[in-house]
T-cell receptor, first 113, second 117 residues
Framework: DTEVTQTPKHLVMGMTNKKSLKCEQH?????MYWYKQKAKKPPELMFV???????INESVPSRFSPECPNSSLLNLHLHALQPEDSALYLC????????????FGDGTRLSIL | AQTVTQSQPEMSVQEAETVTLSCTYD???????LFWYKQPPSRQMILVIR??????QNATENRFSVNFQKAAKSFSLKISDSQLGDTAMYFC??????????????FGTGTRLQVTL
């Protein structure tokens, strides 16, 4: 069982839809991350939240909008996505955004029609 | 900038045998952590082992051990007594040690390991 829970596990959406990905952890971690992973490639960092504040944005297009409502939750709001945005979206958390290991969720498999 | 290189895209090993996955990295910094993550077809990234750069002793976790050569900037993973459940993509990763609020994992391109009967 993973300690980082992501929902939904699969999502299919059209390019005009608005949807959200959710991530939750109850390990008391204060850093949370969003990654995008294409098939057979390593994860690419998108966003980092530290103590509920956005600390890293890796020049991600504005059609991806992160939100950290509290220390346990991380959302990724999606709007007007493109077919190339189809990927596995992974959430991770760590005790701090320093050198502690990141714990990953199972990911959301996103398909854009 | 830091880079991580995994030169073996795919490897195969028979059950119960030993296999070594290679990883090299490049950095001008002195204080950092190295990790090996495993991603099975179930797709969750699982931490296998980590090594602090300031420790000379190689990290070991049950059947998994590393050969950390700081001067050579090499960090290989040895899996002993391979099991079918070890079949996965293995990523080597690097992060700088810092006390700030932002840090990033730099991943290698991965090695796909297949354990066969």
């Amino acid at each position: 069982d993973t300690e980082v829970t992501q929902t939904p596990k699969h999502l299919v959406m059209g390019m005009t839809n608005k949807k959200s990905l959710k991530c939750e952890q109850h390990m008391g971690h204060r850093a949370m991350y969003w990654y995008k992973q294409k098939a057979k490639k390593p994860p690419e960092l998108m966003f980092v939240y530290s103590y509920e504040k956005l600390s890293i944005n890796e020049s991600v297009p504005s059609r991806f909008s992160p939100e950290c409502p509290n220390s346990s939750l991380l959302n990724l709001h999606l709007h007007a996505l493109q077919p190339e945005d189809s990927a596995l979206y992974l959430c991770a958390s760590s005790r701090s955004s320093g050198n502690q290991p990141q714990h990953f969720g199972d990911g959301t498999r996103l398909s854009i029609l | 900038a830091q880079t991580v290189t995994q030169s073996q895209p795919e490897m195969s090993v028979q059950e119960a045998e030993t296999v070594t996955l290679s990883c090299t990295y490049d950095t001008s910094e002195n204080n950092y952590y190295l990790f090996w993550y495993k991603q099975p077809p179930s797709r969750q990234m699982i931490l296998v082992i980590r090594q602090e750069a300031y420790k000379q002793q190689n990290a070991t976790e049950n059947r998994f051990s590393v050969n950390f050569q700081k001067a050579a900037k090499s960090f290989s993973l040895k899996i002993s007594d391979s099991q079918l459940g070890d079949t996965a993509m293995y990523f080597c990763a690097f992060t700088l040690i810092n006390t700030g609020t932002a840090s990033k994992l730099t991943f290698g391109t991965g090695t796909r390991l297949q354990v066969t009967l």
